[in-house]
T-cell receptor, first 114, second 112 residues
Framework: GESVGLHLPTLSVQEGDNSIINCAYS??????FIWYKQESGKGPQFIID?????DKRQGQRVTVLLNKTVKHLSLQIAATQPGDSAVYFC?????????????FGQGTILTVHP | NAGVMQNPRHLVRRRGQEARLRCSPM?????VYWYRQLPEEGLKFMVY????????ESGMPKERFSAEFPKEGPSILRIQQVVRGDSAAYFC??????????FGPGTRLTVL
């Protein structure tokens, strides 16, 4: 389902640390997930995606883990840099649709301190 | 290849006026999505269009809101008789094949 809140979850890390951002989803029919990065004043930017037939996918400095049993998704960022500071959203696409009608999570604010 | 273009980037309207938001998809993309983002929230799907057709408008309010994607020209999201609750960031995304979406920079609408 969708959650509405006045305050987004926040994560503060030091430069060079690894970051883990979590996302829970409720629609068991979701079969495709995407992580987006949104910097202030900009649109969402694609980071990495994963299909439900996978439980892990790696990109450059990022890894997405999918646990379908508990309906949980995480984004791991290795060696976090100040430029990684942004709001991160997970988004899901329900199975059965032939087009990309995405459902977005609430978002997490990541702040990286030099 | 230029990215998705949206204009204006910022739009201020008084209650009761009309707001027109434009989205030019990436070259070769015939699928357009509109999303709305309220402060401190994720994006909410509004409408999905292909050239000259509305495919899914299930996320769009039934009144005052309309969208089009003509054969020529940008996609338009139109909000009539705006109210303060319409203040939000409106994002357009385009896709070449109804899956991967590329987002524009958004239009920030402020209703006074």
């Amino acid at each position: 389902g969708e959650s509405v809140g006045l305050h987004l979850p926040t994560l503060s890390v030091q430069e060079g640390d690894n970051s883990i951002i979590n996302c829970a989803y409720s629609n068991s029919a979701s079969d495709y997930f995407i992580w987006y990065k949104q910097e202030s004043g900009k649109g969402p930017q694609f980071i990495i995606d994963i299909r439900s037939n996978m439980d892990k996918r790696q990109g450059q400095r990022v890894t997405v883990l999918l646990n379908k049993t508990v309906k949980h998704l995480s984004l791991q960022i290795a060696a976090t840099q100040p430029g990684d500071s942004a709001v991160y959203f997970c988004a899901g696409l329900a199975g059965g649709t032939s087009y990309g009608k995405l459902t977005f999570g609430q978002g997490t604010i990541l702040t990286v301190h030099p | 290849n230029a990215g998705v273009m949206q204009n204006p980037r910022h739009l201020v309207r008084r209650r009761g006026q009309e707001a027109r938001l434009r989205c030019s998809p990436m070259k070769g993309h015939s699928h357009v999505y509109w999303y709305r983002q309220l402060p401190e929230e994720g994006l909410k799907f509004m409408v999905y269009l292909q050239k000259e057709n509305i495919i899914d408008e299930s996320g769009m309010p039934k009144e005052r809101f309309s969208a089009e994607f003509p054969k020529e020209g940008p996609s338009i999201l139109r909000i009539q008789q705006v109210v303060r609750g319409d203040s939000a960031a409106y994002f357009c995304a385009s896709s070449p094949d109804s899956n991967e979406q590329f987002f524009g920079p958004g239009t920030r609408l402020t209703v006074l």
